[in-house]
């Protein structure tokens, strides 16, 4: 029976609160574990916003074990806003947890919104298998710096997003390397609101597809 628990870690700037999402057990000889990082602390963003959780469902219930966990100065988590750069050795911290953790050879990782910046930030200094960006803010944060990762990475476009410039998006994800696999979502806004059931069926596809899965549902 799949299970969530919460539990504290020990980060690089004190405490980090988790959220594990946890399958019965995990598929096929290859062991993956997910971690996902949540969107901007100032605004509200936190482990529990709903796009968050709807990836951590969605690796879950393909019997990936998927990590989310509250930034520094959220929640239980110890510690003050950093703007992106303590952000990411926090996630380095729970990535590096995660694989232990779970004795995963094959890491993936997710970021909504400003958790997207987080996570294509600290891609080349993880042991990376997948890399999922939603409604990346690709023109800000130096996010246009970036042209490669060490890994294949799916970026998803909300069309109608009031947040973040959709057309910047498209056109940084279609100059990236190795190419990225882009999901266009038209009705979407920011948050996806009402699309989160699509949101699930297209990444659940996407990952069938690259981690090669075979789904059960």
């Known amino acids: 029976m799949a299970k969530v628990s919460k539990q504290l870690l020990a980060g690089p700037a004190g405490a980090l609160e988790l959220m594990l999402d946890e399958p019965p057990a995990a598929q096929g000889a290859n062991k993956f ?50 703007a992106g750069r303590g952000e990411v050795d926090d996630l380095l911290s729970v990535a590096n947890w995660a694989v232990q953790h779970y004795g995963a050879d094959r890491l993936l990782v997710a970021g909504f919104s400003f958790g997207a910046v987080v996570a294509a930030a600290g891609a080349d200094k993880l042991p990376l298998h997948h890399l999922i960006l939603v409604a990346p803010p690709a023109d800000r944060y130096g996010m246009d710096a970036t042209n490669s990762f060490p890994c294949p990475v799916c970026v998803l476009v909300a069309e109608q997003d009031e947040v973040v410039d959709a057309a910047a998006v498209r056109r940084w994800a279609t100059q990236l390397s190795p190419p990225a696999t882009l999901l266009s979502f038209p009705e979407a806004s920011h948050f996806f609101h009402g699309e989160l059931v699509n949101l699930r069926q297209r990444v659940r596809t996407e990952l069938c597809t690259a981690l090669a899965l075979v789904a059960t549902e």
């Open 33 to 82: 574990c997910a971690v996902i990082c949540h969107p901007h602390p100032l605004y509200g963003g936190t482990m529990e916003n709903k796009v968050v959780a709807t990836l951590a469902r969605t690796y879950r219930d393909l019997g990936i074990p998927a990590v989310r966990f509250n930034f520094r100065g959220v929640g239980a988590s110890a510690g003050k806003h950093d």
